[in-house]
């Protein structure tokens, strides 16, 4: 079959590989999309130790069960469209046992640990299944919306920690595609007014189709005192910090009001990620801040929830629809930032 395998850094070919077998605890997959992910990108141009190459990358895959292991627990049939939470926890460890999957200390991810979704099939491993880390999607579900169940679950758990309360005020800072996914996501959730903030016009653009009220270009405009203007001088509610950078981290302290929640969404390269704030906002304003990884289960779900009833303009998300053989077309076009999210279809 033909799959995009990982080799090294800016070593990624699409090549024939043997198609997997089904074991007795597995399930396996047809794969008819699969989402190009930030990561994936990141892993090509800088390489990434985690991942056990040769391997076929992808983790934002959905597809059709094709076959059942005859003792795979979880009930699915031949023919059930499935989506995953694609970091599979141990389901032992201190933090699995405290119902925090997404944080477990053993997470062997698809396309890092396991053969992942770029794929024509793909098996699903018994610990995913195990664990609950696999979710059906309804049967009329397109495939390119299911694809995207993974990033977005991953901004459900970043609304989820940010404890959105309906009508909140929600500053993004970052309009890149997570950016991007997290105001949508959050105004499905019930946000009020959603701010976004990005030096690029064109992601201020996009930001604006779908959806997004104030557009503020911090390179022109003055950040605080827009946000302070939209807000009644109080601050935001709620700040996602989507821009992998400390600047934003750093002043999204200041970007909110007392009791507020700062989100720190996007990961800072390590060795640059030392921040230098001011405690006293945090102090006096009792504030929050939380960081946010990954997804479990339970975000996927929900993620599915919301793109098939359309709470989330998956259409919209899913900008390129390219063939299993053109990820290199797709990276070009993410890091033009025409794309916000390229779906390859096997
Ligand atoms: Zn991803
Ligand atoms: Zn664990």
Redesign the pocket.
């Given at each position: 079959m033909q799959a995009v395998v990982y080799h090294a850094p800016g070593d990624i070919r699409v090549e024939d590989v043997p198609s997997p077998t089904c074991g007795p605890a597995e399930l396996l997959v047809q794969v008819d999309a699969c989402a190009v992910?930030?990561?994936d990108l990141k892993s090509f141009r800088h390489g990434n130790p985690r991942i056990k190459a040769p391997l076929p990358m992808g983790?934002?895959f959905t597809g059709l069960v094709v076959e059942v292991g005859t003792n795979a627990v979880g009930g699915f049939a031949v023919g059930d469209r499935v989506v995953m939470a694609t970091s599979i926890s141990c389901g032992d460890c201190g933090y699995c046992r405290r119902g925090w999957p997404n944080l477990c200390v053993n997470l062997a991810p698809m396309g890092f640990s396991f053969p992942g979704g770029m794929a024509e099939q793909v098996v699903i491993p018994e610990l995913a299944l195990r664990n609950g880390h696999v979710i059906r999607t309804p049967a009329d579900m397109p495939a390119e919306h299911a694809a995207l169940a993974?990033?977005v679950s991953?901004a459900v758990n970043s609304l989820e920690q940010c404890q959105l309360a309906p009508g909140d005020t929600v500053l993004v800072l970052g309009g890149g595609p997570m950016g991007l996914i997290n105001a949508c996501v959050a105004r499905s959730l019930g946000a009020g007014k959603i701010i976004l903030s990005e030096i690029n016009d064109d992601r201020l653009a996009r930001a604006e189709q779908l959806g997004c009220d104030v557009l503020i270009n911090p390179q022109r405009d003055d950040l605080a005192k827009r946000v302070a203007a939209e807000t009644d001088g109080l601050g935001a509610d709620v700040a996602i910090v989507a821009a992998p950078a400390a600047a934003p981290q750093e002043q999204a302290i200041s970007l909110v009001r007392k009791r507020g929640t700062v989100c720190l969404f996007a990961s800072l390269p390590s060795g640059k990620s030392m921040l230098q704030v001011d405690s006293r906002p945090i102090h006096y304003g009792e504030l929050r801040v939380v960081g946010t990884s990954d997804s479990a289960p339970r975000h996927v779900e929900k993620a599915v929830e919301l793109l098939a009833t359309s709470a989330v303009p998956a259409a919209q998300l899913a900008t390129h629809s390219l063939p299993l053989a053109s990820i290199h077309e797709a990276f070009t076009l993410m890091e033009s930032g025409e794309a916000l999210r390229v779906v390859l279809k096997p």
């Open positions: 992910c930030g990561t983790h934002e993974e990033p991953c």
